[in-house]
């Protein structure tokens, strides 16, 4: 497809970098000879740390290594005093931020929220990335406007992590970045690519074709055009900066044809998400996955049942980094206690994953042996040493009836909303130095002023 089809480009630089290559190049239009792609992948690196702002929280991003995060950017949240649908704020994002650095199940945070109440829509991006900050202390992927809003996010790391070499040596964030199906790379994604291979910013190229609208309407053919989007930036990037961390992926999903929506529950995603992370092994790079996800516009059985799913078979798959976690209603939706349900949900995925060991001590023949026939085991030393590697539920009832209702009578989602107030009350994170937060926050204010 790069050969012969194509991808279009809206950049000057990427341009100039492709003309200056073996590219066949036409005004916009990009062709790509095969040998390219090739000689770009040998130099992508296999392995990416990130560090928290606290330098405490790290996450090695590996080979069938699987770390669970939020989504970003969700324009909608539920008020959870009104229970009503209003756009997402500053302090909700703050929520989220809360929420997630007190679960233990989550290793990355994106901000679950976009910052609706923001001065400016051009500089929301750096707002945002504040609020996560204030009460996050994990490694973070963050989004920005465009590239000067990447800069100004990447001069806030920097200062968090100690200068530029400390931030490249230990960066605190993925760049998440976007371009167009079918096979459209705009600007602002250009320039955001651009800059994270100069800076040696860990980024993801993220198409987000959806089957039979911008993709065509088999799997096979939308995986086959997401590959060609993601290896386009792959060669790009490294024509820019060879060795530069690119993580590859894709929100690869169906427009649902009677309702005329983009779904993030339809079982196709899940499957084409676990194809993606197999080629993406196949071609040795790191890959962004989708797992946690619904299309259910509240946190109910069908909330429950598609975020399983879907978290379930990403993490079976060895996706890298499994995003989206907690989104309702097709990714417009912010839910806290989505979060916490998945929270619960994500253990039990993790617990799955650890498989069984059939050592001498877990085959326990001699106990077998000892207590034999009638016996019991729960007063053994055994049953103490090992009954906790057992998954034990935070949010699950396994009381009998009659200690259930004398408990109240909850229901799963009563004791989710309990847990998130009961989080969103005690949680403290470790807070920033006062001065640090002084400067970050002259660079917002710097921002904020250039687009007044």
């Given at each position: 497809?790069?050969?012969?089809?194509?991808?279009?480009?809206?950049?000057?630089?990427?341009?100039?970098?492709?003309?200056?290559?073996?590219?066949?190049?036409?005004?916009?239009?990009?062709?790509?000879?095969?040998?390219?792609?090739?000689?770009?992948?040998?130099?992508?690196?296999?392995?990416?740390?990130?560090?928290?702002?606290?330098?405490?929280?790290?996450?090695?991003?590996?080979?069938?290594?699987?770390?669970?995060?939020?989504?970003?950017?969700?324009?909608?949240?539920?008020?959870?005093?009104?229970?009503?649908?209003?756009?997402?704020?500053?302090?909700?994002?703050?929520?989220?931020?809360?929420?997630?650095?007190?679960?233990?199940?989550?290793?990355?945070?994106?901000?679950?929220?976009?910052?609706?109440?923001?001065?400016?829509?051009?500089?929301?991006?750096?707002?945002?990335?504040?609020?996560?900050?204030?009460?996050?202390?994990?490694?973070?992927?963050?989004?920005?406007?465009?590239?000067?809003?990447?800069?100004?996010?990447?001069?806030?790391?920097?200062?968090?992590?100690?200068?530029?070499?400390?931030?490249?040596?230990?960066?605190?964030?993925?760049?998440?970045?976007?371009?167009?199906?079918?096979?459209?790379?705009?600007?602002?994604?250009?320039?955001?690519?651009?800059?994270?291979?100069?800076?040696?910013?860990?980024?993801?190229?993220?198409?987000?074709?959806?089957?039979?609208?911008?993709?065509?309407?088999?799997?096979?053919?939308?995986?086959?055009?997401?590959?060609?989007?993601?290896?386009?930036?792959?060669?790009?990037?490294?024509?820019?900066n060879p060795g530069a961390p690119l993580i590859m992926g894709g929100v690869t999903t169906l427009l649902d044809m009677k309702k005329s929506t983009y779904s993030y529950g339809a079982p196709e995603l899940s499957l084409a998400s676990a194809a993606n992370t197999d080629i993406s092994k196949w071609l040795n790079l790191l890959m962004f996955s989708t797992g946690g996800c619904s299309d259910s516009k509240i946190l109910d059985e069908q909330a429950a049942a598609e975020q399983m799913m879907n978290l379930f078979y990403s993490y079976l798959s060895g996706a890298n980094l499994v995003h989206d976690v907690g989104y309702i209603d097709h990714g417009t939706n912010a839910s806290l206690e989505s979060l916490v349900l998945n929270e619960e949900m994500m253990s039990m995925v993790k617990q799955f994953?650890?498989?069984?060991?059939?050592?001498?001590?877990?085959?326990?023949?001699?106990?077998?042996?000892?207590?034999?026939?009638?016996?019991?085991?729960?007063?053994?030393?055994?049953?103490?040493?090992?009954?906790?590697?057992?998954?034990?539920?935070?949010?699950?009832?396994?009381?009998?009836?009659?200690?259930?209702?004398?408990?109240?009578?909850?229901?799963?989602?009563?004791?989710?909303?309990?847990?998130?107030?009961?989080?969103?009350?005690?949680?403290?994170?470790?807070?920033?130095?006062?001065?640090?937060?002084?400067?970050?926050?002259?660079?917002?204010?710097?921002?904020?002023?250039?687009?007044?």
């Open positions: 497809v790069l050969e012969r089809t194509g991808i279009t480009m809206f950049h000057d630089e990427a341009l100039e970098l492709f003309n200056n290559s073996n590219a066949v190049v036409r005004g916009n239009h990009v062709r790509i000879p095969p040998y390219m792609v090739r000689e770009a992948l040998n130099a992508y690196p296999d392995k990416i740390t990130l560090k928290g702002r606290n330098g405490q929280r790290s996450l090695h991003i590996q080979k069938d290594t699987v770390a669970f995060g939020t989504g970003s950017d969700l324009p909608f949240t539920y008020d959870r005093k009104t229970g009503e649908r209003r756009r997402t704020t500053y302090n909700d994002v703050n929520n989220a931020a809360k929420l997630v650095d007190g679960l233990s199940n989550y290793d990355f945070f994106m901000s679950h929220g976009i910052v609706g109440d923001a001065p400016n829509p051009q500089t929301y991006d750096r707002h945002q990335f504040m609020a996560m900050l204030d009460y996050c202390t994990k490694p973070m992927v963050v989004t920005s406007v465009d590239g000067e809003g990447l800069k100004d996010l990447w001069r806030m790391g920097c200062l968090i992590q100690g200068g530029e070499e400390e931030f490249r040596l230990n960066p605190m964030f993925v760049a998440y970045i976007e371009p167009i199906s079918p096979l459209k790379n705009d600007r602002t994604a250009v320039e955001k690519l651009l800059f994270a291979a100069e800076k040696k910013i860990p980024a993801m190229y993220t198409p987000c074709p959806s089957s039979c609208a911008t993709a065509p309407s088999t799997i096979a053919g939308m995986l086959v055009q997401s590959l060609a989007e993601t290896l386009g930036a792959v060669v790009l990037s490294h024509l820019k994953g650890k498989g069984i060991n059939t050592d001498d001590e877990h085959l326990a023949l001699d106990l077998i042996e000892e207590v034999g026939p009638g016996g019991e085991f729960v007063t053994s030393e055994h049953t103490f040493k090992h009954w906790q590697e057992w998954f034990l539920p935070t949010l699950q009832d396994r009381s009998d009836y009659e200690t259930w209702v004398g408990n109240g009578s909850k229901s799963m989602l009563d004791r989710v909303k309990e847990r998130t107030q009961h989080l969103l009350d005690t949680h403290e994170p470790k807070p920033m130095d006062e001065n640090l937060v002084k400067e970050l926050r002259e660079i917002i204010h710097d921002a904020d002023e250039r687009h007044s």
